[in-house]
């Protein structure tokens, strides 16, 4: 069962991808596509580019890992995921994937 840190956490980490899926929806609709990677939010040369589009640098997930970030997704146009807390792929309770597809 999840003690309420993991679950703060997990709380914490689907926040945090939400904040990053309203920044990289703001990035598309200024350059006409998604970034490449989550770094491209806060600087880039891209034609149209006009951000940051984050204030603060990328977060990581409430575990210290980066957040998982393919464009294009696996699932959908892009795919946000965190491993949890062992920092691997798959994994159940607290280390269980938290996933954000668009």
């Known amino acids: 069962m999840f003690s309420k840190v993991s679950s703060s956490k997990v709380k914490t980490a689907e926040t945090q991808m939400q904040m990053l899926a309203t920044s990289l929806d703001a990035y598309r609709l200024d350059v006409g596509r998604y970034p490449d990677n989550l770094q491209e939010l806060r600087s880039s040369d891209v034609r149209f580019w006009d951000g940051p589009y984050m204030q603060k640098s990328i977060?990581?997930?409430?575990?210290?890992?980066?957040?998982?970030?393919?464009?294009?997704?696996?699932?959908?146009?892009?795919?946000?995921?965190?491993?949890?807390?062992?920092?691997?792929?798959?994994?159940?309770?607290?280390?269980?994937?938290?996933?954000?597809?668009?």
């Open 59 to 102: 977060p990581n997930d409430p575990w210290g890992n980066p957040y998982i970030y393919k464009f294009p997704g696996e699932h959908n146009e892009y795919d946000l995921l965190s491993y949890g807390a062992d920092g691997r792929s798959g994994g159940e309770d607290e280390n269980a994937d938290i996933s954000y597809f668009k």
